[in-house]
């Protein structure tokens, strides 16, 4: 199991514009799949963006215009640009990934996905 570790979060007004990233404790690590989902108190893991190994990308329909994943292979590093923020998106934010299991064709569920961040939580206000 790898650690992944998120940064970013924060407090932003209504309109304003966050960016996460996500990285892993070990450098040799490769992902297939990484991915970010969000959840607030009481309710289930929302599946927000995904990104394989090969550049695709799957996004919530709700949320694409807004939200952009990217990963940098280089540097082993999962981003989430997050613009026009509203006070629905505030939520803990959480990165995860997968060595073998491929996000090419949809965003996974979250148990399918082996390693986890502990979340960085992102409040925004009206």
């Known amino acids: 199991e790898v650690q992944l570790v998120e940064s970013g979060g924060g407090s932003v007004q209504a309109g304003g514009s966050l960016t996460l990233s996500c990285t892993p404790s070990?450098?040799?690590?490769?992902?297939?799949?990484m991915a970010w989902f969000r959840q607030t108190p009481g309710n289930k893991r929302e599946a927000v963006a995904s990104i394989n190994s090969d550049g695709t990308t799957h996004s919530a329909q709700s949320l694409a215009r807004r939200f952009t994943i990217s990963r940098d292979n280089a540097k082993n590093t999962l981003y989430l640009q997050m613009t026009n923020l509203q006070p629905d998106d505030t939520a803990m934010y959480y990165c995860?990934?997968?060595?073998?299991?491929?996000?090419?064709?949809?965003?996974?569920?979250?148990?399918?996905?082996?390693?986890w961040g502990q979340g960085t939580q992102v409040t925004v206000s009206s």
């Open positions: 995860a990934a997968d060595r073998r299991v491929s996000c090419r064709f949809d965003v996974p569920p979250p148990s399918r996905l082996a390693d």
């Open positions: 070990k450098d040799y690590i490769t992902f297939r799949c």
